[in-house]
C-alpha cells in the first residue's frame, strides 16, 4: 500500500512541477525554472552523497574503523 502511494505522489510531483518546469523555455530554448531547481538540488545534495563520504562510509562499515586514521593521514 506504501509503494502505491509513494508511487502517485512522485507522479504527481513530477507531472505538476517538475515537467513543466523542463519544458517551459525561453526563445532560445533554455528551461530557466528546471535550471534553478537542479543547482538548488546539486548544492542541496552533493555534500551528502560525494565519493569522500562514500569511502568514508564504506571503510567505517566494512573495514576496521582504525583504517579510517590511516587514510586520512595520507
Not at 20 to 44: E, F, R, V
Not at 45 to 70: E, G, I, S
Amino acid at each position: 500500500m506504501q509503494d502505491r502511494i509513494d508511487s502517485q505522489s512522485l507522479y504527481q510531483l513530477l507531472e505538476d512541477e517538475i515537467v513543466p518546469l523542463y519544458y517551459n523555455q525561453d526563445a532560445n530554448g533554455i528551461p530557466h525554472g528546471w535550471i534553478q531547481m537542479m543547482k538548488a538540488s546539486i548544492k542541496t545534495n552533493a555534500p551528502l552523497f560525494n565519493t569522500d563520504r562514500m569511502v568514508t562510509d564504506y571503510v567505517t562499515r566494512r573495514t576496521h574503523p582504525d583504517l579510517l586514521l590511516v587514510l586520512h593521514r595520507v
